[in-house]
């Protein structure tokens, strides 16, 4: 008497199946999240130099949300690329239709003094921009460092050229987490 073949698990497609679905995964993995390493320390104290982050596809192109304030995001290698080697990690300050005004080491929103939830504060320079209806202003985190829209390289970010947002640290693991 012969065995048939019918049982789960036997034929190609049963035999292969837990890599078929590893495949699938890492296929819709890689298209919605990617790691970024950061190089640098513009992002200080919130993301270390080296530190690797994964960084969700996310993009605000037209007719999407708009990113919510004091996220941080990264944007594409052709806006960055204008005053930086490497992608731009920054913190989201500024929202569609919004006037920034950094005077005196302060930013202002709107006229109010904006500090972020864990206290960063101030920034360097002097400026004053309303944004559009599809920019947004971005701070990095050390606000030393001059790479977002301070500098008259990049200004206000349009919506579209956002990459997407930082969802956690994947290394080192001792800050493995979400990143606020």
Known sequence: MQKQN?????????????YIIAFTLAVVMFMLVAPEVNEGDAMSPTISDGQVMVVSKSSYAPNRDIPERGKLVILEKTESQKISDDNIIARVVGLPGETIEIRNGK??????????DDGIR????????????????LLCDNRN????????????????????????????????????
């Not at 101030?122 to 309303?130: H, L, N, P, R, Y």
């Open 122 to 137: 101030g920034a360097s320079g002097d400026m004053k921009v309303t944004l559009g209806e599809r920019e947004v202003f």
């Open 6 to 18: 019918n049982a789960r698990g036997s034929g190609w497609r049963g035999r292969n199946a837990p």
């Open 107 to 116: 930013v202002y929103i709107d006229g109010t003094e904006y500090v972020t």
């Open 145 to 180: 460092e001059m790479t977002d829209s301070r500098n008259d390289g990049l200004g206000p970010v349009d919506m579209k050229e956002i990459k997407g947002n930082v969802l956690f640290c994947l290394w080192p693991f001792s800050e493995f987490g979400g990143i606020d």
